[in-house]
């Protein structure tokens, strides 16, 4: 099929060079002069394991464009559009401009094209917003009825980190449609994936995205706050109590075939850490919790979820300090700025803000990234050191803070000798705390 991809962002581009391997014919626009410069170089913009690679071996079935007023009429010549652009937070709403935008555009371009295009959101959207504001958008600026041109929903689940992988092998594709031929599409679209296919009207699509996101961030945080809760009352091992949680039959069940226990995914959203970051989470959550405040309901259960997060880089860095004393003053050497490890993502990354709590205390602050320095630059508006190589600083400061589990930061383990009674704050559970006996090892836990 001859699809065409706005924006090309994490999703846009990660669908676009999947959807391309699986032998479609993708063109990926975007607004972004220097995003386009880079991607028609052959290279990508932002870093994705095995994106580029992918993307070089698939080039025939991929082409990328500026999109500007001398392009704009090559978004017409496909089946299907597929909008992919952000939908970040303003003043704890979701933002739409960006899905305004191109409707509009869209809309204006098919008024004089007399061939069938639909348009499917693949941005993460709150329920009713492909059903009203971009089929009004488009509808107003086309003249056109819904049934001239097609409109569905799309949800994307990709983990950024495992993107690749999570594209091309997913658990589940959502196809939200407003009219058969958009639905016939997203079949002729995803007929590569043999996998389960959920068929609804596009609200509920983009409900299943939500509800998706809301409930693993509420396991986040609520587990959190038992943490906290453990920490405060005292002389409980909190990490056995929540594997003996984990063991429950409901979370870990026992194959009844082999005697082995399942150890799933979902687990890791059971274990205490400084709380959820990213670019979807954090967005999702107050998305969903202002919408339902908007219709009238009271959305106890999100705020306290969003509550819990915002406080939680302060509740770890104040345990640290019940620990070991005041940080004020003291020399902070942060491993990892990336939200996770794998992406060069630092959007609302939980190191950032445990990086500015440590400002708050006048520390001086030394960080290392293995590939997100330069993003963390364009944002972090305090001084850092930032460093290249993060063995040569261990001894030179007091605390080293593990932020982000990149796999790298296991040869600390190498230094328990040299280090010794240095104290290391492991955020993230990278070790067990008899991995280290001269290191002043402290686990999140
Ligand atoms: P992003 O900010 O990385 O990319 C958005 C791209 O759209 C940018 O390159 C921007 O220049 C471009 N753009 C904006 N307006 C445009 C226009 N009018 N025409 C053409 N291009 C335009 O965003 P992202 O992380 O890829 O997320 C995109 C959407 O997918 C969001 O709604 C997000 O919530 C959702 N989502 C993201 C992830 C993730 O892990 N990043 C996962 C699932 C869903």
């Known amino acids: 099929m001859k699809i065409n991809v706005i924006g090309t962002g994490y999703v846009g581009l990660v669908s676009g060079v999947c959807m391309a391997a699986k032998g479609h014919s993708v063109k990926c626009f975007d607004t972004n002069p220097d995003t386009i410069q880079i991607l028609k170089s052959g290279k990508c913009h932002f870093y994705e394991k095995g994106l580029e690679k992918l993307f070089v071996e698939y080039s025939d079935n991929l082409s990328f464009e500026l999109l500007d ?114 639905l016939k599409y997203l079949h002729e679209i995803y007929s590569p994936w043999d996998v389960d296919k959920i068929i609804v009207n596009t609200r509920s699509a983009e409900m299943i995205k939500y509800v998706n996101n809301s409930i693993l961030a509420t396991l986040i945080s609520t587990t959190n706050e038992y943490s906290n809760i453990a920490k405060s009352i005292g002389n409980i091992d909190f990490n056995t109590v929540m594997n003996a949680v984990h063991l429950d039959n409901r979370w870990s069940p026992i194959d009844k075939t082999t005697g082995e226990r399942i150890y799933p995914e979902i687990i890791n959203y059971l274990k205490p850490g400084c709380g959820f970051g990213g670019s979807c989470f954090p967005k999702d959550v107050m998305a969903l919790a202002a919408l339902s405040k908007e219709i009238g309901i009271k959305s106890l259960i999100l705020d306290s979820v969003i509550k819990v997060n915002q406080l939680q880089p302060k509740v770890v860095l104040e345990y640290l300090e019940e620990k070991v004393g005041s940080l004020e003053g003291k020399n902070i050497l942060v491993l ?93 559970s990278l070790f067990n705390s008899n991995e280290f006996t001269n290191i002043n090892y402290i686990n999140i836990n």
């Open 69 to 182: 007023a001398s392009s704009e009429h090559k978004l017409l010549d496909c089946q299907v559009i597929l909008m992919a652009v952000g939908t970040p937070t303003v003043n704890e709403k979701i933002d739409l401009s960006q899905i305004k935008t191109a409707s509009k555009n869209i809309g204006k371009l098919i008024k004089n094209h007399d061939k069938f295009i639909s348009v499917i959101v693949k941005s993460t959207v709150v329920p009713g917003t492909t059903d009203t504001v971009v089929k009004n958008i488009l509808e107003e600026s086309s003249g056109k009825k819904i049934g001239e041109f097609g409109l569905g929903m799309n949800p994307e689940f990709l983990r950024e980190g495992n993107a690749v992988e999570d594209f091309m092998n997913p658990d589940r594709i959502v196809f939200g449609y407003e009219d058969e031929i958009t």
């Open 336 to 428: 990892g700025i990336a939200f996770k490890p794998e992406t060069d993502d630092v959007r609302e990354s939980v190191s950032i803000k445990l990086m500015k709590y440590l400002n708050t205390q006048r520390c001086n602050i030394t960080a290392h990234d293995p590939i997100s320095i330069n993003n963390a630059k364009k944002i972090i508006d305090f001084d850092v050191n930032y460093v290249k190589d993060w063995k040569k600083e261990l001894s030179n400061n007091d605390v080293i803070i593990i932020s982000t589990n990149w796999n790298e930061y296991r040869e600390l383990k190498d230094f328990d000798n040299t280090l010794e009674n240095k104290i290391l704050f492991d955020t993230r």
